[in-house]
């Protein structure tokens, strides 16, 4: 590892989320100068210019040193400079006097910046609108990629640059639109910020003020979950959950698709197999959660479809919202929703979960297997968008499912260890963090929250969160101590 081209990169990544916590601040000082949270925020910045700006004058990169970063640097950077921004973005919580304890600030900071939506705090409305926005805007920065941001914004890294993307990619493949790795993190970005935009002023039209449009925003765009109402979106009409419905399905899609259906290539999206899957999985589900729920005593009305619409598509997408308690839904719909969580969106989108391309795979490679066993001689090679699968593809795609199921039991084990609970919110708090999703079942429910989870227990489901959102390996491979050598 190029120790001191690490260090660089990751201070230069600390200084674009230092900037990001001026907006934050702009609600604190709107509301009151001389808050506490208004002095956290200035602590937190200055404290982060500071160490940025030492440490990337102690530890000096040219465009040379950028070229001849390699996969294991651009693994390490990309999760150490997620720990880190967690570390800063967590300040801002603990010296307001937002969260009682340094663990509860990196939990929060931690569970927005990987979109998982899994809070601390009990009385959201009662808290500064500074804090609260800071709170959504780490979504937004984590669901596109800080790392994705600072290589839009900071000055060109050359061939690192991809080491750094492919690192932080969500998915099994780092794909381009644009030549120059820059340009295409410029792209991506560009893309987020017009769908964004779009969600933001649909949801003013809708009767939601500017602050809670743009917070729910991020929420959505991200597939994080932060809401500013203790109901979530169940304290909203019909019209805001089904714009909300919308966008949570577009940011579960891949980017690059959006990308392309911007430029006018619509039927792009149909030719991706994996959307069609993706498309295909709302639109079986939907009726079927109606139905289940109607013969249930709910009534087939539109509110009843609006609510199935609503909680598979937050579930699916990881995006974590909710309009209803489906904590007391029939078992048979709790177990889809459990489904649900695994798989997770598209790749190149902003949902966590193994990614559907992965599960399709799978379920494809175990068919053949199948088939196989009856024609021996047979050759079948498993097909994507028409092109054969390779079988590095295919074993990576096995490796990962592995290592997910194995971080999974892990999470689930250790949970009932610490805090002693039922199976069910154990399994389900493992998944909830580890897919990114944030509300589970049991006492990590829809209506619940993670406050009275041990100091132990919220490291152990904040390393779960982190593993999660950086496809595992770069978290992982942290604890290797060939990555540390030369």
């Known amino acids: 590892m190029h120790k001191k081209l690490v260090l660089n990169i990751i201070s230069r990544i600390l200084l674009v989320v230092s900037l990001t916590m001026i907006l934050p601040l702009g609600w604190a000082v709107l509301d009151d100068p001389s808050s506490g949270e208004t002095r956290a925020f200035l602590i937190t910045i200055l404290l982060g210019f500071t160490f940025a700006g030492a440490t990337i004058k102690l530890f000096p990169a040219s465009g040379d040193d950028f070229d001849v970063m390699g996969a294991k640097d651009g693994l390490a950077i990309v999760g150490l400079s997620w720990v880190a921004v967690s570390f800063l973005g967590g300040l801002p919580f603990y010296l ?158 891949n980017f690059i698709l959006h990308y392309q259906g911007l430029r006018g290539k619509v039927k792009s999206y149909w030719r991706s197999e994996e959307f069609r899957v993706y498309l295909a999985i709302p639109l079986i589900l939907t009726p079927l959660f109606a139905v289940v729920l109607a013969l249930g005593g709910h009534g087939l009305t539109e509110s009843t479809v609006r609510g199935s619409a609503f909680q598979v598509m937050s579930i699916l997408t990881t995006t974590g919202y909710t309009t209803a308690d489906f904590n007391m839904w029939p078992a048979f719909l709790k177990i889809t929703l459990i489904l649900l969580m695994f798989i997770g969106g598209c790749a190149g989108s902003t949902g966590g979960g193994m990614k559907v391309i992965r599960c399709y795979v799978a379920l494809k490679t175990a068919v053949k297997s199948i088939i196989q066993v009856i024609l021996p001689n047979a050759v079948m090679p498993v097909k994507i968008d028409s092109k054969p699968v390779s079988e590095t593809y295919v074993v990576r795609a096995a490796a990962y499912f592995i290592i997910y199921m194995f971080l999974f039991v892990l999470g689930t084990v250790v949970m009932t260890v610490t805090e002693d609970t039922d199976l069910v919110t154990a399994f389900a708090a493992s998944v909830a963090c580890l897919s990114n999703i944030g509300p589970g079942l049991g006492k990590v429910g829809a209506v619940e929250n ?14 779960l969160m982190l593993a999660g959102r950086l496809e595992l390996y770069s978290v992982l491979i942290l604890f290797v101590p060939e990555t540390w050598r030369k």
Not at 142 to 147: K, S, V
């Open 96 to 253: 307001s006097g937002v969260v009682p304890t340094f663990t509860d600030a990196f939990f929060e900071t931690a569970s927005g910046f990987t979109t998982t939506g899994a809070t601390i705090l009990t009385w959201i409305e009662g808290q500064p609108r500074g804090v609260l926005f800071w709170r959504s805007l780490t979504h937004w920065l984590g669901g596109m990629g800080i790392i994705v941001l600072s290589v839009a914004l900071l000055p060109a890294m050359g061939r690192g640059a991809y080491a750094l993307y492919r690192a932080e990619a969500p998915g099994p493949t780092a794909e381009r639109v644009k030549p120059r790795m820059r340009e295409t993190a410029k792209t991506l970005w560009t893309v987020y910020f017009i769908l964004s935009a779009l969600e933001t002023l649909l949801l003013m039209a809708g009767g939601m003020p500017l602050y809670d449009a743009l917070c729910h925003t991020f929420g959505t765009m991200a597939t994080g979950g932060f809401s500013t109402q203790n109901a979530s979106i169940a304290a909203y009409g019909g019209y805001i959950q089904w714009v909300i419905v919308l966008f949570m399905f577009l940011a579960g899609c």
């Open 450 to 463: 993670y406050a009275w989870i041990s100091p132990a227990g919220k490291w152990v489901l904040s390393f």
